[in-house]
C-alpha cells in the first residue's frame, strides 16, 4: 500500500506504482530496502529505518511543558508506563510513538522536538494534516 492506495503486485517483491514506474523492495545487507523506479531511472531508493525504543530515562527529555503563542495553547508532556503523552486541557492524554530520535507521531498529528546549541529539547514543531508547522517553544 502507498500513497492511500493498494499497489499491484508485479512479482513477489515487486509493486507497480499509481504512475510509470515500480516500486521493489530487498533483503541488502541485513535490512530492507525499496527502490522506486520510473521513467527509466531511480527516482527513490532507502533502507528501512527501524522504530527507535526509549526507556523512561531516555524520554525524561522530552517531557515537560510547551507553549504556542501562535494557538494559546500549553501542551503538557509526561512519561506514564513507558509513553510518552500529551495532554492540553481537559481533552484526554494522547500517546506519542518513537519515529527516529526527536520525531514522534500520534492518529491526531506529529511532533518534532527542536534543540538548542547545547542539544537540549528547547521546543516543539506540531505538523498536523490541517496545520503544518505550528512552534511550540518550552517553557518547563
Avoid at 50 to 74: C, I, M, N, Q, R
Avoid at 94 to 101: F, H, K
Amino acid at each position: 500500500m502507498a500513497w492511500g492506495s493498494n499497489l499491484p503486485r508485479v512479482d513477489p517483491n515487486q509493486f507497480k506504482d499509481l504512475g510509470t514506474g515500480t516500486i521493489t523492495f530487498e533483503n541488502s545487507a541485513g535490512g530492507m530496502k525499496a527502490t522506486l523506479e520510473t521513467d527509466g531511472g531511480i527516482f527513490f531508493a532507502g533502507r528501512r529505518i527501524e522504530s527507535p525504543h526509549f526507556s523512561d530515562a531516555d524520554l525524561v527529555a522530552y517531557a515537560g511543558e510547551y507553549k504556542s503563542t501562535e494557538l494559546d495553547v500549553t501542551y503538557d508532556l509526561s512519561i506514564e508506563q513507558g509513553n510518552l503523552l500529551v495532554r492540553s486541557k481537559w481533552n484526554p492524554p494522547i500517546r506519542l510513538t518513537p519515529v527516529v530520535p526527536d520525531e514522534f507521531e500520534s492518529e491526531e498529528f506529529n511532533v518534532v522536538f527542536q534543540r538548542d546549541s547545547h542539544h537540549r529539547i528547547s521546543g516543539l514543531r506540531v505538523f498536523t494534516v490541517q496545520a503544518r508547522d505550528l512552534s511550540f517553544e518550552r517553557v518547563r
